[in-house]
């Protein structure tokens, strides 16, 4: 858990607490005041009828009010008892979940990173292998499959890294040029990209300066593109990368001629681990989306599914603009 969502439970819990124990407080006051009130109004109608300086009608009023104050009071204890006990058992079983959350977050950021590096020799021995041995067909056939399920199982812990890392990560923002990110991932999944045949267009519309996390947005703009190629079922793939700088905003298209997704994907498309009925073929984690869509709200933004009229899904990411300062 976050050191941001920890404070927030806590001043929550804080909260919640000190308004059960102070209407507590104040219940127990206003029946007090009450209870004072009613013995007041018996006493006053007693002296009016004449009936204060019979014997025993005084001490019956006193005795009636002790009686309901009594009771209230002890009813109110045990009931402060119970609510003070049911805060400590909730306490406890936040303290208990955030111990579970941290175990988990060091497991996967442990695991993540004793494989990326034997991962990461793994891939760069099968590749100078293959280009050894590219002109054998069958053996570089079986090199490319062992390549590309490394690849997968890299993008995977990445993934899981990139998760523990987002949930805790504090964004750096400063101006940005967006298609100068999309630029620089393209050049780092062109070997990628190769290797799917795919054909990528780019365009830009002005500057496009936006004020950003740089690492955040390489994430988003890397994960749109992983999904449009990864998914696409064509032989021949086509992604198209719109930058398009508008008077207050900055938008991002990412379009490719894929299968689509389905209207009843739609909505769910951004949760956490969620996959597509038609994607579970393929492997991969189901927090691309999910990673992409927090980075891009982190800065004021929204990332959504719109509709085309052709084939193929597109993704619109809006970015608040940012003049630039160096012009």
């Not at 127990?28 to 005041?33: A, H, M, T, W």
């Not at 988003?220 to 990864?230: C, P, R």
């Not at 597509?276 to 980075?295: Q, V």
Request: hydrophobic share 40%.
């Amino acid at each position: 858990m976050s050191t941001v969502v920890q404070k927030r439970w806590v001043k929550l819990f804080i909260a919640v607490s000190f308004l059960m124990l102070t209407q507590v407080a104040w219940w127990l006051d206003v029946f007090s005041r009450s209870v004072n009130t009613i013995a007041e109004l018996r006493k006053e109608n007693a002296t009016l009828r004449g009936m204060l300086n019979e014997p025993g009608v005084l001490e019956g009023i006193h005795k009636s009010a002790y009686h309901k104050k009594l009771m209230f009071f002890s009813e109110t204890f045990a009931f402060a008892i119970l609510t003070a006990l049911g805060l400590y058992l909730l306490f406890r079983a936040l303290k208990l979940q955030e111990k579970a959350r941290k175990l988990q977050k060091q497991f996967i950021e442990t695991m993540s990173h004793e494989s990326k590096t034997p991962l990461t020799a793994l891939k760069l021995r099968l590749e100078s292998i293959l280009e050894k041995n590219s002109s054998e067909p069958q053996l570089s056939k079986e090199l490319s499959l062992s390549l590309e399920e490394v690849r997968r199982l890299s993008s995977v812990f990445e993934k899981a890294l990139s998760l523990n890392r987002m949930e805790s990560y504090a964004f750096k923002f400063e101006e940005l040029s967006v298609g100068e990110v999309v630029k620089e991932v393209l050049r780092r999944m062109e070997p990628l990209l190769k290797q799917k045949n795919v054909q990528v267009y780019f365009s830009q519309t002005g500057e496009g300066w936006t004020q950003g996390d740089l690492f955040g947005l390489q994430n988003t703009v890397q994960s749109l593109l992983e999904n449009a190629v990864m998914y696409n079922d064509k032989s021949e793939k086509e992604v198209r990368i719109e930058v398009v700088d508008e008077t207050q905003k900055i938008k991002l298209r990412v379009t490719d001629n894929g299968p689509g997704i389905a209207d009843s994907d739609r909505k769910k498309i951004f949760e956490k681990f969620y996959r597509t009925k038609s994607s579970r073929k393929i492997p991969g984690t189901g927090l691309g989306l999910y990673l992409a869509k927090h980075i891009v709200e982190s800065h004021s933004g929204t990332l959504e599914l719109v509709s085309t009229q052709t084939s193929g899904a597109q993704f619109e990411v809006v970015l608040p603009k940012r003049e630039d300062k160096r012009g």
